[in-house]
């Protein structure tokens, strides 16, 4: 008797859970699909608000913040922008990505910031026909292959920019002695990895070092580094990294110059003596047209210092925005249709040129910018 | 045999040691007299960083200090160690004393969550960038001693010379006066000094702002000597100091010094030579492989540590 209670109470219990299970699954397959009221949309924001990288994600959410303001008011929208902290950790920022998916009324992601947060979240935004449109991950393997459908990025990819290095240290700077050091991330390791290919390759002599990306000590990599030694490029996304590592190869009496890739560029953070930077953006401060945006940024951040990453992810918000107010002209939209506007921008951008995007989420046309560095002075060079 | 090299890694790592023995000793202190791991001890000297920033600001910054330089670091020194002492206090005060009799694990708890709120409180009270010293700006890295293969920019003299004069003066402290020694009554047995009259709450007090004192200090000295901090950065020092300290014998005063030697020493050689010795198979990435390799050899085959004497439990 009482083992068929038992047995009966169990049938029960699991009757339910098929039934709750069975009731739950449609409602929750529906949230990426589901249609927008066009008065409460957001658009959500991947990248490392907290950690050792918060610096770069603070910059690109004040921008997209501030592009959110400036574009509500120009259009009369009432765009808001939901936050995902990844803390530049992979696994946080597919935990982020999920809560963006599930909300209904994100209809477009600016980010993941970094590669490895597009790399956990793109299958999820792709599945959830979610546009993802980053301001700064420049990985090749993002678009190669077009495996996440629904990214897109605003920047060139390392394709791009290690051969530009490679090109200005080996011709313009004239290097054949040469240390490439990466910061162990998923960042700098396949680009540190592509330059000192490309150096070789043009009969550099090459040595490879590396640090972490918390590092604020590199005196004993500088030990390691030769006398002989032209250039030390870092693959870094960290300015300040770049600065201290220049000065301790002075203090360890080394003439090699620095040269940081885009992560390093900073006017305020990395001002060596003499050095070198490359940047996947023009720095808007330099550019006559965009005077009266830096300007309204100013005022919008009571003049809080930024570098190459915000403007970006300014550009990528507009596109998600723009996307949006489009798809939602007939009063309601849904985040495919978004995606697929977000495939035809053809917007003028900040940083001077149109933003349109080639077949695989790529921009068009795509070129990183060298600078050389003295002090505080940063003048495009290459 | 490249003594360039040999000796600039030499250098590298005392200075880095240096640090870690500062550090050590917070958690040398506190482990010593409450059998607890004060987890947020890093972030205190994170905080201890900062406030040397702020005060090297508020003095015209690096670029034109309105005074002397060596007055300036004394301020900033000072300034630190008085904040953060302070800071250890009130750490104590309202996130393990109220936890004294709770189990070991309650307290640990709480300092994990004392770390997370002090980093992001200076997170949001100063952003997310990372701030520099512009100490090559204050002193010139051409500043120094300069002989032969050894290069000392002047600022490493300055933290190696000021971290030891700080352990000295701490020895002294704890073996030469009457704090000193209420302090090593409480260590060994907390209720048989309260029974002797030691007012025991009052000596763990002292204990809090003498080690956050060393852990500010040790901000100031990182900002210094490596120019950069972050509201991240007490994580890195706090392990390594951590480490050194088990190394040293956890809860001995020389061995936390001498732990964050070998520390620094190993950190920086393992850097220089680790692809030599291992062929190429492993590079200077590996260095944090080679520190916690120490860590786990001596947990294995010494758990007290260099200096550390083994505790006797009576059955």
């Keep these: ?382 | 045999m490249d003594w360039d090299k040999l000796v600039q890694l030499l250098v590298a790592g005392a200075t880095a040691g240096s640090v870690y023995a500062l550090v050590a000793l917070g958690f040398t202190m506190v482990y010593g007299i409450l059998k607890l791991l004060n987890l947020a001890h890093g972030d205190v000297l994170m905080v201890g960083a900062f406030i040397g920033w702020g005060v090297l600001g508020w003095l015209g910054g690096a670029q034109d200090p309105s005074v002397a330089v060596w007055l300036l670091v004394v301020l900033m020194l000072m300034a630190a160690m008085a904040g953060c002492g302070f800071l250890g206090v009130a750490i104590e005060r309202f996130a393990y004393r109220p936890l004294r009799r709770a189990p070991r694990i309650a307290p640990l708890i709480s300092a994990l969550g004392v770390s997370f709120f002090i980093q992001n409180s200076v997170l949001l009270l100063f952003g997310a960038d990372f701030r520099s010293y512009d100490s090559f700006d204050l002193v010139d890295v051409g500043v120094g001693v300069h002989w032969g293969p050894l290069n000392v920019w002047i600022i490493r003299l300055v933290v190696m010379g000021s971290a030891l004069a700080m352990m000295l003066g701490l020895w002294l402290l704890v073996t030469r006066s009457k704090l000193g020694k209420a302090m090593r009554a409480t260590a060994v047995d907390r209720e048989a000094a309260a029974m002797m009259g030691i007012d025991v709450d009052r000596v763990i007090v002292k204990t809090f702002f003498i080690g956050s004192a060393l852990a500010g200090a040790a901000g100031v000295l990182v900002g210094l000597v490596f120019g950069q901090i972050n509201h991240f950065m007490g994580f890195n020092y706090g392990l390594k100091g951590f480490t050194a300290a088990v190394v040293g014998g956890i809860g001995s005063i020389p061995g936390a010094m001498l732990g964050g030697l070998l520390i620094g020493l190993a950190e920086a050689l393992s850097v220089g030579y680790i692809e030599d010795l291992t062929r190429g198979r492993l590079g200077s990435a590996f260095s944090d492989l080679v520190v916690f390799l120490i860590l786990i050899v001596f947990m294995l085959v010494r758990p007290q540590g260099i200096l550390g004497k083994p505790e006797v439990k009576k059955v």
């Design chain 1, 1 to 382: 008797m009482r083992k068929g209670l038992i047995a009966a109470g169990l049938a029960v219990l699991v009757a339910v859970a098929v039934v709750t299970a069975a009731v739950a699954k449609p409602s929750a397959q529906a949230t990426p699909a589901q249609v927008a009221q066009c008065t409460n949309v957001s658009i959500g924001f991947l990248g490392p608000l907290t950690g050792v990288a918060a610096f770069l994600g603070q910059e690109q959410v004040s921008w997209v913040r501030f592009g959110v303001q400036k574009y509500n008011r120009a259009n009369g929208t009432r765009f808001k922008v939901v936050n995902g902290d990844t803390q530049l950790k992979a696994p946080v920022a597919r935990t982020v990505a999920r809560r963006l998916v599930s909300d209904s009324n994100v209809m477009a992601v600016v980010g993941g910031s970094e590669s490895q947060a597009v790399r956990v979240s793109g299958n999820l935004f792709e599945n959830a026909n979610l546009a993802s449109i980053s301001g700064s991950a420049t990985a090749v393997d993002l678009t190669k292959g077009h495996p996440y459908r629904s990214f897109y990025r605003v920047v060139p990819n390392d394709a791009i920019q290690a051969p530009q290095i490679v090109n200005y240290v080996r011709r313009n700077l004239d290097a054949s002695n040469v240390v490439v050091i990466d910061s162990q991330d998923d960042y700098s390791l396949p680009l540190a990895t592509a330059i000192q290919r490309g150096l070789r390759a043009r009969g550099a002599t090459v040595a490879r070092e590396s640090v972490s990306a918390d590092d604020t000590d590199f005196s004993a990599v500088v030990a390691n580094v030769g006398n002989d030694v032209d250039v030390v490029v870092f693959a870094t996304q960290v300015a300040s990294a770049a600065n201290t590592l220049s000065n301790q190869l002075r203090e360890q009496g080394k003439d090699a110059i620095v040269f940081g890739t885009d992560g390093a560029y900073s006017p305020t953070q990395y001002k060596p003596r003499l050095g070198y930077v490359s940047s996947f953006a023009n720095d808007i401060r330099f550019l006559p047209s965009a005077r009266s945006i830096v300007r309204e940024y100013n005022r919008y951040s009571n003049n809080k210092a930024f570098g190459t990453f915000g403007p970006p992810s300014y550009m990528a918000g507009w596109v998600a925005m723009t996307a949006i107010t489009a798809a939602c002209a007939d009063g309601n939209a849904t985040r495919a249709e978004v995606t697929r506007l977000v495939r035809r921008t053809n917007i003028p951008s900040i940083l001077g040129g149109r933003v349109r995007f080639d077949g695989k989420g790529d921009p068009l046309p795509a070129k990183f910018y060298i600078f050389r560095v003295s002090g505080e002075k940063y003048t495009l060079v290459g």
